[in-house]
């Protein structure tokens, strides 16, 4: 259950750094790097090893939390997380888009090796963002993501803001394949609650 718990929490880092982005321009670089290197943990041993550190998922554990006390604030990324698991569920079935999102992020993950951390990071984001465009974008429900103009008229800003979004797809993914559902929300929202506590605490 646990597992899932993060995979969950995977899927609200990504939507609350979208709703950072788009509103404010900014997000938690730390907390992106956790979800930008989801995408490349294809073959990783263990749910912990996707994201890397469960520090590096405060942000979303946090989130969680404050979503599953029904706390306001969170509208609009508990809005985008529910999209992003009802996308996936489209996603899944669609094995010709699974096998060119799986093969170009591996070829992404290869380029730009050298390069220091932030400009790397900065030029996956723009090719994953690419990816996005063409492949995931084009699916439905699409994710309409609401903010300031300005910010989402920026090229840097909305690389990131479809790097997150598809980040948050592989979680929702995950989550799935882990045996999350729609009924955890509904009925399970106790036992989600706990295990977030126990990861924060941790």
Not at 129 to 142: D, G, H, Q
Not at 168 to 176: D, I, K, V
């Amino acid at each position: 259950m646990k597992d899932k718990t993060l995979a969950l929490a995977g899927v609200v880092q990504s939507a609350e750094l979208v709703r950072q982005a788009a509103c404010h321009g900014t997000w938690s670089g730390y907390a992106a790097t956790a979800c930008l290197d989801s995408l490349f943990a294809l073959e990783a041993a263990s749910v912990e090893d996707i994201y890397g550190d469960r520090k590096r998922m405060r942000l979303g554990l946090e989130t969680l939390a404050a979503v599953l006390r029904g706390e306001g604030e969170y509208a609009d990324t508990l809005r985008y997380t529910v999209s992003l698991l009802q996308l996936q569920r489209k996603f899944i079935r669609a094995g010709k888009v699974q096998a060119e999102v799986g093969s170009a992020l591996l070829d992404i993950a290869q380029r730009q090796a050298d390069e220091p951390q932030h400009e790397r990071e900065d030029a996956q984001a723009h090719d994953i963002a690419e990816l996005y465009t063409r492949t995931v974008s084009k699916m439905t429900p699409r994710i309409i993501v609401s903010g300031q103009p300005q910010y989402l008229q920026n090229p840097r800003v909305t690389d990131w803001i479809r790097t997150l979004l598809l980040a948050g797809l592989r979680s929702a993914t995950l989550w799935q394949q882990l045996g999350g559902g729609r009924f955890d929300l509904m009925f399970r929202r106790k036992r989600l609650l706990a295990d977030v506590q126990e990861y924060l605490l941790g």
